[in-house]
């Protein structure tokens, strides 16, 4: 090495920490690894500008394939002092978990993408799991957020607080004393068919209790989480246990009137006069021992029971031009896979016998359909 490089090393290591020159003298090999490394002049001289790297490098001084790469130690050195671990912080807690983690690279990917997607402020803090996840947690460790495979999974949800960084998957960061939230970031963004104030406006009591809930309830239905929707739901009596959105996925599309002529649709319900207002389409010559749209396909709230009645329909020529069907798909709920097709009328079938033909009716009698 030239006498330059030498006196490069000798000035990198008089800047390190106390705790890691003790180290470097204590453990063997280790001194002898940081000054090979140091020989690489890109790695030299970025030290001698940001002697603090060191840290990062003691972070993964195990770890050659990773500790010689300047993208990887200013990448830890950036998360140093909001870096928390069982219990630690800064150094010791990266070099807990980068030590554990069955995945490095992984949580080196992960970490890039969490400095660079949420917000350099002092009451955001990161941590991690052995599979190289990252959750971002508020300065009291609750977690608002998990970055797996360099993607956001939100946690954290609450309607009041002061907006921090840019939006994510369209939900804002909020910080309200300390605790950390996210909620909507635009109210009238469409998502398949609605939007934030008519999800609300479909739910019975429009979240009046916890409007955090409306947050995290249109999070789960815009990333289709079916199964957290309903959790939500059932655990905070929320919408009479009913789906949102009136149980679609999307509305595909509306039929008024005319377009309705001739068309055929069936539904389940109870014993009775045809009466509520949803339905199937009916797309080929179906009846209730070939139906298109199974009953759990139609994510009905009761099982098929005695009483039980099916009913095929057409509407007739002489339809109301008022008359309109949203078509859509089927939320998975009441513990149904869903994801069959419905329509939703704007009237209810009870006022409409004058205007449809009643095909078929069957009733389930005795385990069977009569």
Do not use: C
């Given at each position: 090495?030239?006498?330059?490089?030498?006196?490069?090393?000798?000035?990198?290591?008089?800047?390190?920490?106390?705790?890691?020159?003790?180290?470097?003298?204590?453990?063997?090999?280790?001194?002898?690894?940081?000054?090979?490394?140091?020989?690489?002049?890109?790695?030299?001289?970025?030290?001698?500008?940001?002697?603090?790297?060191?840290?990062?490098?003691?972070?993964?001084?195990?770890?050659?394939?990773?500790?010689?790469?300047?993208?990887?130690?200013?990448?830890?050195?950036?998360?140093?002092?909001?870096?928390?671990?069982?219990?630690?912080?800064?150094?010791?807690?990266?070099?807990?978990?980068?030590?554990?983690?069955?995945?490095?690279?992984?949580?080196?990917?992960?970490?890039?993408?969490?400095?660079?997607?949420?917000?350099?402020?002092?009451?955001?803090?990161?941590?991690?799991?052995?599979?190289?996840?990252?959750?971002?947690?508020?300065?009291?460790?609750?977690?608002?957020?998990?970055?797996?495979?360099?993607?956001?999974?939100?946690?954290?949800?609450?309607?009041?607080?002061?907006?921090?960084?840019?939006?994510?998957?369209?939900?804002?960061?909020?910080?309200?004393?300390?605790?950390?939230?996210?909620?909507?970031?635009?109210?009238?963004?469409?998502?398949?068919?609605?939007?934030?104030?008519?999800?609300?406006?479909?739910?019975?009591?429009?979240?009046?209790?916890?409007?955090?809930?409306?947050?995290?309830?249109?999070?789960?239905?815009?990333?289709?989480?079916?199964?957290?929707?309903?959790?939500?739901?059932?655990?905070?009596?929320?919408?009479?246990?009913?789906?949102?959105?009136?149980?679609?996925?999307?509305?595909?599309?509306?039929?008024?009137?005319?377009?309705?002529?001739?068309?055929?649709?069936?539904?389940?319900?109870?014993?009775?006069?045809?009466?509520?207002?949803?339905?199937?389409?009916?797309?080929?010559?179906?009846?209730?021992?070939?139906?298109?749209?199974?009953?759990?396909?139609?994510?009905l709230k009761n099982d098929i029971r005695e009483g039980t009645q099916y009913i095929l329909f057409e509407i007739k020529s002489s339809a109301p031009s008022s008359l309109?069907?949203?078509?859509?798909?089927?939320?998975?709920?009441?513990?149904?896979?869903?994801?069959?097709?419905?329509?939703?009328?704007?009237?209810?079938?009870?006022?409409?016998?004058?205007?449809?033909?009643?095909?078929?009716?069957?009733?389930?009698?005795?385990?069977?359909?009569?």
């Amino acid at each position: 090495m030239t006498p330059q490089a030498i006196a490069d090393i000798e000035g990198i290591l008089l800047k390190q920490s106390d705790e890691f020159f003790e180290r470097l003298s204590r453990e063997s090999g280790l001194a002898e690894a940081f000054v090979n490394d140091l020989k690489n002049v890109g790695l030299r001289a970025e030290m001698v500008a940001r002697p603090e790297l060191g840290r990062a490098w003691e972070v993964m001084s195990s770890f050659p394939t990773f500790r010689n790469q300047v993208a990887n130690l200013a990448l830890l050195e950036r998360v140093n002092g909001r870096f928390r671990y069982n219990g630690l912080e800064g150094v010791e807690a990266l070099k807990g978990v980068f030590t554990s983690s069955a995945s490095k690279q992984k949580l080196l990917d992960n970490l890039e993408y969490a400095l660079e997607n949420f917000p350099d402020h002092s009451s955001v803090k990161f941590s991690a799991i052995q599979a190289g996840e990252v959750r971002v947690i508020s300065e009291a460790g609750i977690e608002v957020a998990r970055i797996i495979d360099q993607v956001p999974v939100l946690k954290g949800f609450s309607a009041v607080g002061t907006p921090m960084g840019n939006p994510i998957q369209g939900f804002q960061l909020i910080n309200n004393n300390g605790n950390l939230g996210f909620k909507v970031s635009d109210y009238t963004a469409n998502v398949r068919g609605t939007n934030f104030e008519k999800f609300v406006a479909s739910v019975r009591d429009n979240f009046e209790v916890s409007q955090a809930h409306a947050h995290e309830s249109f999070y789960y239905f815009k990333t289709e989480k079916w199964g957290e929707l309903e959790a939500l739901f059932k655990n905070n009596n929320l919408n009479g246990l009913w789906p949102p959105n009136e149980g679609f996925i999307s509305i595909s599309k509306t039929e008024t009137g005319s377009q309705l002529v001739g068309k055929k649709f069936d539904r389940f319900q109870g014993p009775g006069g045809i009466n509520g207002s949803f339905a199937s389409p009916v797309n080929s010559n179906e009846d209730i021992e070939n139906p298109f749209f199974t009953y759990d396909s139609r994510a009905l709230k009761n099982d098929i029971r005695e009483g039980t009645q099916y009913i095929l329909f057409e509407i007739k020529s002489s339809a109301p031009s008022s008359l309109k069907f949203e078509y859509g798909d089927i939320i998975p709920w009441f513990g149904k896979q869903g994801l069959g097709d419905q329509v939703k009328s704007s009237m209810n079938f009870g006022s409409l016998t004058d205007h449809i033909t009643i095909l078929d009716t069957k009733t389930y009698i005795n385990g069977q359909w009569q």
